[in-house]
Every structure is written in structure tokens, then in C-alpha cells.
């Protein structure tokens, strides 16, 4: 989704009621559990600088939590 997002296209997300005999939930069902049991995996980077933000939000929301007490 983030690759194709990347081509300016429209891409909808809906959700759909599991185990209803759907072709393409079914599909995407199936896809999903080939890919969760498959070898090869493709890792996606994180931004350091998000690692960074989300690292010093978490000590903010601690030291708050502490200096509240």
C-alpha cells in the first residue's frame, strides 16, 4: 500500500464481515497466511527520527506521571 500510494492512486480500505465466503477477503485471507508463514521476509525501515520522537514521548509521559505524584 505505501508503494503504491507513492504513484498518486486512490486506494480504499473497507472492512468486511470474516468467514462470509467473500472472493476477495477469502484471497486476501489466503495471501496473508502464505506471507505470515513464508521465509522470506522483507524488512521496512523506520525513520530514526521516529524512533527518537516515540522514545522521548515516552519518557515525557513517564517523567509527568512521576512528577504528578
Known sequence: ??????????IYIEWCRGHNDITGNEFADYLAKSGAQSNNRKF?????????????????KRWCDRYKD
Open 1 to 10: 500500500i505505501i508503494c503504491r500510494g507513492n504513484n498518486e492512486e486512490n
Open 44 to 60: 521496512v525501515g523506520v525513520p530514526p527520527s521516529y524512533v527518537k520522537k516515540t522514545i522521548n514521548d515516552y519518557f515525557y
